[in-house]
């Protein structure tokens, strides 16, 4: 049974920072970090393979910074000059390749509350 299980999530003010942590139940492909706002879709914040190439949504470059520990199959995203637009709850996600087959995990999310 694949676990990923989040922490880090909370409140902070505009400008702040905080640091999410996945730790993940095996080891994985890609790893990364999505947010969904309620009413609308859920939408990638970065994400990083095994070989560290990492990818980013427009909006967080330069601010956010996703790593991973392959060692502790975890990954993490450190957020820093936060923004209210920001808020949102912030999901783990796990790619692992089974054969030909790619598959999604996903976390429990957490929530992150930016204030202004």
């Known amino acids: 049974q694949v676990q990923l299980v989040e922490s880090g999530g909370g409140l902070v003010q505009a400008g702040g920072s905080l640091r999410l942590s996945c730790a993940a139940s095996g080891s994985f492909y890609t790893m990364g970090w999505y947010r969904q706002i309620p009413g609308k879709q859920r939408e990638l914040v970065a994400t990083?393979?095994?070989?560290?190439?990492?990818n980013y949504a427009g909006s967080v470059k330069g601010r956010f910074s996703i790593s991973r520990d392959n060692a502790k199959n975890t990954v993490y995203l450190q957020m820093n000059s936060l923004k209210p637009e920001d808020t949102a709850v912030y999901y783990c996600?796990?790619?692992?390749?089974?054969?030909?087959?790619?598959?999604?995990?996903w976390g429990q999310g957490t929530q992150v509350t930016v204030s202004s």
């Open positions: 990083i393979t095994s070989g560290d190439s990492t």
């Open positions: 996600n796990a790619k692992k390749w089974v054969g030909l087959k790619l598959f999604d995990y």
